[in-house]
């Protein structure tokens, strides 16, 4: 589903590589925690799958499609296989959770009876029936990463990327939001989820990849966070 072939990225202004020699590979519906100090590369390494950046060597494979080579015009239905989530959670503060979600819809030209069906549906499964008119601020920190899950999932993309989605949250809301990435996990979704949460990768005991200062150190099946080295 994602292939890394030998890729480096090194930033205009940056010292040393961002990533160095990445060679990866993740398999459609598996579930992968990107692990690492600040700064060693996760939040890079996301960005070269939803393509918001290009390596400087090697190839980056998403779906099939070598993403150095492909069109930018191509670039808008590359991502509509992809949902993201963050750890801010990036909701339109304006907008209730109904609009929040039924605008990833609705840039995508779905039509009226499509999304009134859908986005209930979504919210239903992450948890939030019944808060379809709240905004934003009128949910807990919890219930917005909800939000913002439902919005990269309705469109049910093939591939879930989450950085630091549990870093705003306290421990037991960080459950919750664990609970519900593993079951669209377990809809066939691959998720790729970039975290510091040490608890919640000993619990999850899913794939580990560790980067350090860019370079790959570990590729764990069902790893815990510290690698014991
Ligand atoms: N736009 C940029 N320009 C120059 N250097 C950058 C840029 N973005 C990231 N870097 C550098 O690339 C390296 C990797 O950063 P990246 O954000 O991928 O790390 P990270 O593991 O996601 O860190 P964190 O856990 O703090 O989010 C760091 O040294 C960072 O300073």
Redesign the pocket.
């Known amino acids: 589903m994602i292939r890394f072939e030998n890729v480096t ?1 090194v ?6 590589p ?2 160095d020699a990445i060679d990866l590979e993740v398999e459609r519906g598996e579930f992968v925690f990107l692990v ?12 070269l799958v939803l393509r918001e ?1 290009r390596p400087t060597g090697g190839r980056v494979f998403v779906a099939g499609r070598n993403l150095s080579t492909l069109s930018t015009w191509k670039v808008p239905h590359l991502r509509r296989q992809m949902g993201a989530v963050f750890q801010d959670f990036r909701l339109l503060p304006n907008k209730t959770v109904f609009e929040n979600v039924a605008f990833a819809l609705q840039v995508i030209g779905r039509p009226r009876h499509h999304i009134l069906t859908t986005v209930p549906d979504t919210l239903e499964l992450v948890g939030l029936g019944g808060k379809e008119k709240r905004l934003p601020h009128e949910l807990s920190g919890g219930e917005q990463q909800r939000v913002a899950i439902a919005r990269a999932f309705v469109n049910r993309p093939s591939i879930l990327l989450a ?2 989605p549990t870093g705003n949250l306290d421990p037991t809301t960080s459950v919750g939001i664990m609970r519900l990435l593993d079951r669209i996990n377990r809809t066939g979704t691959t998720v790729v989820m ?1 975290t ?1 949460d040490d608890e919640i990768v000993d619990q999850m005991r899913k794939r580990v990849v560790e ?1 350090e200062m ?1 370079q790959m150190v570990r590729d764990q099946s069902r790893g815990v966070y510290g690698s014991g080295r």
């Open positions: 990225k930033y205009a202004r940056g010292a040393r961002a990533l690492g100090a600040s700064g060693s590369g996760k939040s890079t390494f996301l960005r950046e950085d630091e970039a510091h980067l860019g």
